[in-house]
């Protein structure tokens, strides 16, 4: 494989684009600093295929990334690989309002070929290839220059691996036939709506118990109001308040500005400052939240109660005994939340649909009705059907009374 020298120059970017957009995928990966800042800030951006790899210096002057937004994100001929690409992909989205596709992530595509939930880049270079990845520069200042010949050297290793690894896991997704189950990961990972700062969603991401509306009016006006507050001065979200604090002043709001100096999380300039003036006009004028934006889990009615938990401890068992038997991550297949869910007799789910129906969702199902069961089967823990272990049961009577009675005649 051809390692180009680290690119800063706008041409080289475009022949280096020209050359990738002839293949049929490119692995990809970003080196960003977001310590200090709300939007990330790009530092370095490898990409490469099976014949060569380069890194790219966005913070070169005078380069433009036209070409390389254009691959990325226009081009559908061209599969786009990931590891654990979230964040790549927000960066790419930040640019220029749209994601790469189509996308592959390998992260993803290991909990369909193995129960590993969220495989590390390390361990799944070390488990594909053998090769122990160098830690050492995974946690360098990425914006300082110049950069060295060995963070260049780790940084473009990102993506030759990936490179040797896809062909590989493509052949084992397609033998095991499950390369269908990730068509909606992807397309989910792609979906630009994961990436929009909007501060009108930004509440949701926030914990607060109970469904008060008054409450979770205050919270999405709050948690908007620091959205807003966080991406003005491009600093994190929690610098200008911790999610705690924000649900806890949404709960019990403070009557006047002079009150914030005892809200734990704030510092007592906030009772006499700017932001603690903002932060004051946001809840006056905070209404109730609207029937139509409560929480799914709101709306789902009584808590499980001791038999539902319970019913839920049993479907959480099975998860374990299909993930260990099929060899897949029991995270692709459902979630606590889901399980907990259909436990409580809510049936929209997506354990109840598709290929998790097929794999798990059946099962599910008919162990909640009553129908599935567990049984221990030289030592180890098995699902049986209540109608199997019936038939399993009249067959052993019938060969006990066969037995009787050739004992009997025997004995005669």
Not at 11 to 29: G, K, P, W
Not at 255 to 267: H, P
Not at 376 to 383: A, C, D, E, F, I
């Amino acid at each position: 494989m051809k390692i180009h020298d680290l690119i800063t120059k706008t041409a080289e970017l475009e022949e280096l684009c020209t050359r990738l957009a002839q293949s049929e995928f490119v692995c990809v990966d970003t080196e960003f600093m977001r310590e200090n800042t709300y939007w990330p800030e790009l530092c370095l951006i490898q990409i490469g295929n099976e014949e060569e790899a380069a890194a790219v210096d966005p913070l070169a002057d005078g380069i433009d990334l036209s070409s390389l937004w254009d691959l990325l994100t226009d081009n559908e001929e061209v599969l786009k690989i990931f590891h654990a690409g979230g964040q790549d992909v927000e960066i790419v989205f930040n640019f220029t309002g749209k994601t790469p596709h189509p996308i592959f992530d390998t992260q993803i595509a290991m909990m369909a070929i193995s129960q590993s939930e969220q495989i590390g880049y390390a361990n799944l270079v070390e488990s594909w290839l053998g090769i122990p990845v160098d830690k050492g520069a995974r946690f360098t200042d990425w914006s300082r220059r110049p950069l060295t010949d060995r963070q260049i050297e780790y940084a473009i290793g990102d993506v030759t691996h990936l490179a040797e690894i896809f062909p590989k896991m493509l052949k084992k997704l397609i033998k095991t036939g499950r390369g269908a189950w990730l068509d909606a990961e992807m397309e989910k990972l792609a979906d630009p709506d994961n990436y929009r700062a909007d501060p009108d969603n930004a509440w949701k991401r926030i914990r607060q118990a109970g469904r008060n509306p008054q409450v979770l009016g205050r919270l999405k006006a709050l948690a908007a109001w620091r959205e807003s507050e966080a991406q003005h001065k491009d600093i994190p979200r929690g610098r200008i308040m911790r999610d705690e604090t924000l649900a806890d002043i949404a709960s019990h709001p403070p009557k006047k500005q002079a009150d914030l100096s005892k809200v734990r999380g704030l510092s007592g300039a906030w009772k006499e400052n700017d932001i603690g003036k903002r932060l004051m006009k946001v809840l006056e004028k905070a209404e109730p939240l609207d029937k139509s934006e409560m929480p799914a889990k709101m709306k789902r009615g009584a808590p499980l109660g001791k038999e539902g938990a319970l019913v839920a401890d049993l479907l959480k068992l099975l998860l374990k005994i299909r993930a260990r038997e099929i060899d897949v991550a029991s995270r692709l297949l459902t979630k606590a939340d889901e399980m907990e869910a259909l436990a409580a007799g809510i049936r929209d789910l997506k354990i109840l649909e598709g290929w998790r129906y097929d794999v798990f969702g059946r099962d599910a199902l008919e162990l909640v009705e009553g129908k599935l069961a567990f049984a221990v089967k030289s030592g180890k823990l098995h699902m049986t059907h209540i109608d199997d272990m019936a038939d399993d049961l009249a067959q052993a009577q019938e060969d006990a009374r066969d037995i009787a009675q050739e004992e009997a005649h025997a004995a005669e």
